[in-house]
């Protein structure tokens, strides 16, 4: 009798040991798997934000051509002329254009791992930086719309007390309308100069564009942040 307890004994414990390894070679298998999904995620993130970084990068460029454009219009506003431009249309884009300028990096991949949870995978570090990274366009997109905002207002005045000039040189070729000077904006501009409103309104508006400029800069710093954490993470 005793011989058979014993035995029934050394049966159950031997079940009992093979299903607590069986759940540990789970639980091991379930690590692994997480532990790959959790380095393939961040993978993944440094490579958006190496795209990120080469976008930044090249909006920088242009974003400090645009500062020097703007210096230069505005220290020589009583004589400036965009004939002694070199290259006058880019010029006015800086000065003038709002939407090709604006600073819109490829996100598209960080907000699908937000939308599906996987982002909260990602290194508590690596995700409090990316906070900072998504204030700081916030504030940008914020910036972006009040120099657009400067810029309608900019047209409305032009368009209620200069409404000849704007009809002598209309700019918005894209209408049909004959543009006799790719121009027209910045000979709108100089023809007038000594209106007050228009200097405070556009100052305003290029005020908005250095603004952002700097936000921009800050965007930079932010995501090389990112990028050292994010290989102190994956080594």
Known sequence: MKNILARGGIEFLA??????????????????????????????????????ISYTDSLLLKYNQQGKNINILFNSWDRFSINDVNNPDNFQNDIYVTTSMQ?????????????????????????????EF?????????????????????????????????????????LGLD??????FMLCIEKTRSDKTIFTILTRKCFFSMVRNRFTKKVKDNL??????LTRVNN
């Open 179 to 184: 543009r006799k000077n790719r121009n027209n």
């Open 103 to 131: 600073f819109l990096p490829p996100l598209a991949t960080l907000e699908s791992l937000k939308s599906d949870g996987r982002f909260n995978l990602i290194d508590d570090d690596v995700r409090k930086l990316f906070g």
């Open 15 to 52: 079940v009992l040991l093979g299903i607590s390894l069986s759940l540990w070679i789970d639980e091991r298998s379930d690590n692994a798997k997480m532990d790959k999904q959790i380095a393939d995620i961040h993978g993944i993130v440094d490579l958006e934000v190496d795209k990120i």
């Open 224 to 229: 090389y942040k990112i990028k050292l954490n």
């Open 134 to 174: 998504y204030e700081l366009m916030k504030r940008i997109k914020n910036v972006e719309k009040k120099e657009d905002e400067y810029k309608e207002k900019l047209l409305t005045y032009m368009g209620e007390n200069h409404s000849q000039l704007l009809y002598d040189y209309p700019l918005y070729g894209s």
